[in-house]
Antibody
Framework: EVQLVESGGGVIRPGGSLRLSCVDS????????MSWVRQAPGKGLEWVSG????????GYADFVKGRFTISRDNAKKSLFLQMNSLRAEDTALYYC???????????WGQGTMVTVSS | EAVMTQYPATLSVSPGERATLSCRAS??????LAWYQQKPGRAPRLLIY???TRATAIPARFSGSGSGTEFTLTISSLQFEDFAVYYC?????????FGQGTKVEIK
């Protein structure tokens, strides 16, 4: 079965850092761009960041630019999101999703929850 | 940034009836528009892309139309499993943006 599995979420104090991971199983990971999309509790969806197949093209939403860094390891079929200088408003369920430059997000993980609170 | 506006916010429909959901973009997104379904506690699922193409395994009762700035998702005969929140999303401009969602509830 094709799926994405996220990990790394947790409770962190404002100003802290977390690193999210997403592992693919069942598809050719390096054929696809990948993204992170988040959803605050009870709210809608927000695209956070994306990376192309090779990892040499990345994009960020303005609200995370300079604080978050996306990367990937194709040999390990893994996607990462390094999150620094976390704020309360970053509290959300973070989804890993297949897709970036071309096309929609056609495959989603189940998400990993990040809570920023003192 | 292309702001996506969905309406109505909530749609009350009886099973078996037709549901029509709308999405408007603040600037043209061509046909680079997707629709997703999200049920409580679940990840979003891609329904429609390219404004009108059904994704894999999506039933024919779901259809999409529109281009430019006005788009519609139609569910021809609502089944109980279709009661959920639906989001539109454009992938024509940066950053990628979503609408705020339309909740389809049982009347």
């Amino acid at each position: 079965e094709v799926q994405l599995v996220e990990s790394g979420g947790g409770v962190i104090r404002p100003g802290g850092s977390l690193r999210l991971s997403c592992v693919d199983s069942g598809f050719t990971f390096d054929d696809y761009g990948m993204s992170w999309v988040r959803q605050a509790p009870g709210k809608g969806l927000e695209w956070v960041s994306g990376i192309n197949r090779n990892g040499d093209n990345t994009g960020y939403a303005d609200f995370v630019k300079g604080r978050f860094t996306i990367s990937r390891d194709n040999a390990k079929k893994s996607l990462f999101l390094q999150m620094n200088s976390l704020r309360a408003e970053d509290t959300a369920l973070y989804y890993c999703a297949r897709g970036y430059i071309n096309g929609p997000f056609d495959l989603w993980g189940q998400g990993t929850m990040v809570t920023v609170s003192s | 940034e292309a702001v996506m506006t969905q309406y109505p916010a909530t749609l009350s429909v009886s099973p078996g009836e037709r549901a029509t959901l709308s999405c408007r973009a603040s600037q043209s997104v061509s046909s680079n528009l997707a629709w997703y379904q999200q049920k409580p506690g679940r990840a979003p699922r891609l329904l429609i892309y390219g404004a009108s193409t059904r994704a894999t395994a999506i039933p024919a009762r779901f259809s999409g139309s529109g281009s430019g700035t006005e788009f519609t998702l139609t569910i021809s005969s609502l089944q109980f499993e279709d009661f959920a929140v639906y989001y539109c999303q454009q992938y024509n401009n940066w950053p990628r943006t979503f609408g705020q969602g339309t909740k389809v509830e049982i009347k």
